[in-house]
């Protein structure tokens, strides 16, 4: 565990949490209030999350495009379309593939030092959700940005893979990456069983217990394989994401527990059974308690595939 890894997590989810929060506090606003529509990362809505380039002008040859990445999931998109070397600089928690940690890392999609990111006299500024306003900034230095949200659904991945691949030049590479995600997650559902009665599971985003339900879009994952999610039957509007008690968790007594905490927190089958009350839970007791890479867990880029691969495989494990 890092430090650095545990200070991503928890700036990233508390700014997703708190964009969901308020977005479903602000449920009863005007549905066609666009800000709230490109700009919140989890919703309970399946209205599709809008990516666009939004100002500014590329050069005509979009492969020549001098790209700047703040987004650790578009930067894996831009190298898994061929477009790596495209970029000339990435935010600080842009760690994936190992080619991106040779880039300049010293920018940061959670503050607007946008003299610092105009220093590399990028073409075009891919971000993830414009938290801070940095788009309008972008605006006044007629820098154009996309704003690629976190994913609401699978097919907002798939389209934000389409969206960068013609942006950059490499629509062909774009649409060959998409459909093999598509192939692979398909079969790997297919080669997934099913049993009599639906497993039931606890997704672990940090160790105060934050969730998912099944309107997010890992809760849609977890969906495609038939699983049960005991965070849906949480009380409260929690925009997607409730806190858990561990009450709560005892009682539900999930058949899997998924850590998606074990490089921030350091969370294992050991700290889990060393709950109080854990020791007992079903999932626990089985074994089926389950190590998520954080990163592969957080992301909605092509990694999105080694995520339902590894549900399978514990759903696998577990239906014996």
């Known amino acids: 565990m890092t430090t650095h890894s545990r200070r991503f997590t ?74 790596g070397d495209q970029l000339v600089a990435i935010d600080e928690f ?3 593939p190992a080619e991106a940690q040779q880039l300049p890392n010293d920018l940061s999609a959670f503050d607007n030092n946008v003299e610092a990111i105009a220093a590399y006299e990028p073409d075009l500024v891919l971000i993830g959700g414009d938290f801070n306003g940095l788009g309008s900034q972008l605006d006044e230095l007629g820098i154009a940005w996309w704003d690629g949200p976190a994913a609401l659904t699978l097919d907002d991945t ?24 598509q192939s692979d997650i398909d079969a790997i559902v297919a080669a997934t ?11 672990e985003l940090d160790d105060t217990l934050f969730s998912v339900d099944s309107t997010t879009f890992i809760g849609e994952l977890y969906s495609l394989l038939g699983l049960r999610n005991i965070a849906d039957t949480a009380e409260g509007d929690s925009g997607g994401y409730p806190q858990l008690s561990a009450e709560f968790i005892v009682s539900a007594d999930p058949d899997l ?64």
């Open 94 to 96: 842009s760690d994936y």
């Open 257 to 320: 527990i998924f850590l998606a905490d074990t490089k921030c927190c350091g969370q294992s089958l050991e700290t889990v059974a060393a709950r109080p009350g854990w020791a007992d839970l079903t999932a626990v007791q089985t074994g089926n308690v389950i190590n998520l890479d954080d990163d592969v867990a957080s992301r909605w880029g092509p990694r999105v595939v080694e995520f339902v691969q590894s549900v399978s495989d514990a759903v696998s494990n577990a239906a014996g």
């Open 193 to 203: 069983p099913t049993p009599p009665e639906a497993l039931s599971f606890f997704h």
């Open 10 to 83: 928890r700036r990233m989810f508390g700014a997703v949490v708190g964009l969901a929060l308020i977005t479903a506090a602000c449920g009863s606003d005007d549905a066609s209030n666009g800000a709230a529509d490109t700009t919140s990362a989890s919703t309970a809505t399946s209205a599709p999350a809008e990516t666009t380039v939004e100002s500014g002008s590329a050069p005509s040859d979009a492969v020549e495009m001098r790209v700047v990445s703040l987004s650790p999931t578009h930067t894996e998109i831009m190298f898994a379309i061929g477009a």
């Open 158 to 181: 798939y389209r934000q893979i389409a969206e960068l691949g013609a942006a950059t030049g490499h629509s062909a590479e774009a649409d060959t990456l998409v459909a093999e995600m």
